[in-house]
């Protein structure tokens, strides 16, 4: 079973606008909510695969039934640990336009012993593969307190991503941006191999539409998709995490994990929602998606 | 008692953001939340300044019961009609700029008995003054229903103004720009005077920083703030409706009323939030407001 945390979990909603105008008056024609955070849309990415999959998070308040309501709704299997803050809203605004805008709530402050009872549902778990997800609310502790022997994805940023090294997670998934934030690095292959060095297994960069970096102990690799595609791409990066750990729950070569990653990120681009995935381009893409080992230091003569 | 309805009522959500660029993503600083709407932000206004007021609005789901329980703890009375569809959200943005940014979602449907359940709640108050405030729901009656002998203001726009008029309200506040789009005309004089011939008693324009004109039985006037204030404008509209409420309810000349319409607007614009006004500039602003009387028509020789 892969297990997802969610310690911020948040009730996603989604906005459309005719046009987004600073400074004026919108009127909202279409809201759709659901169960967000990105081990949730982890979780639901794998649910729509068939994968055995749960999902433990945090939840409070109104917006925390809403969430949990969801995610009993689509049938995605979750510990939900209670808070007694009120789980935070992220808002997506789609404007006609095709811009995506984000305003995400800080999410609330854990209280004494909530930290506490999210590593226990943890622990309660025999997790063949264990994924951590998304920011750190105030409050808690770090993620290296969760993450055991088994295989485990670490996908975070900042102080949350460094701390969490102490755990040696199995992979890390950062973006460019917050891989260069972390290492003061702007060669990627370079900043990788710092993130190992300090207790990561492999480090897998998302570089948006170019695909995928892999920095791993058995070879670095490019992952590139056959295509650019246009599309909602705020849960992309949760669709590689998806696919790094059904891949780590079979076992497979890099680069049969690192193609199936980049189809299922491209396949969430043409989602309409975070946690949508479009099955139909998942996998005709997988055949598509050039993967080459990558040489990242010219030998000095 | 000055009775205020909201068939739409709503949770007001005000994010702070430093800057608010379409395409990006925001992390929200400051999350507030109220009960909000036309109607009711006129009664929390009344209630500020002690006057007897109580706030009749739908209400369902549980942002309905957040918008409830403000209005519990701030001490506004309320008849509170349940309804099942879920009371929406009005999202202000504000942004380190200056700027306000408003999304504002539709609201639900009313279902077959709500607006008569709405309509019962009114008959059952004997209102000294009526104010009936804001859009009318998917499935609501016209406003002209809920108004009836006692006096009253109708603040609404389009359809839901013009259809009002049937009612004979005492007193249309629209804008400007509500003015010219129900009537088809650009004077605002010559277009009050078609709203008086369709069942108004009284026509109050606002007319943002350039203060009111009101166009009444007994005479036109035009009342100018002392300065040009800048703040959060949302609620000024609505704290404009409270001081004609409270004129409406004594009888004052309109001089007067509207003296004390332009300092509460300007008291709205430098609170925080919809709803909140700035008493000290209540009471000093009263003195300053310059009002003349209008003299629209270059008579013919």
Redesign the interface.
Known sequence: MIVTVTPNAALDVT?T?DD??????????D?RTRAGGKGVNVARVLHALGADVRAILTAGG??G??VVDDLTAVGVAADVVPIGGETRRT?T?L?A?G????????GPRLADGEWQALASAVRARSADVLVCSGSLPPGAGSYAELLGSSPSILDTSGDALLAGLAGRPSVVKPNADELREVTGLRDPVAAAAELRKAGAGAVVVSLGAEGLLAVTGSGTWHAAPSTVLSGNTTGAGDAVVAALALGLSRADPWPDILRRAVALSGAAVLGPLAGDVDLAHYQAEQGLVAVRAHLSRVRQP
């Open positions: 906005y606008v987004l105008r600073r400074g004026d008056v919108h009127r909202v024609s809201v109104a917006t039934t809403a808002t605004v404007a336009d811009s995506v805008t984000l305003l995400n709530e800080p």
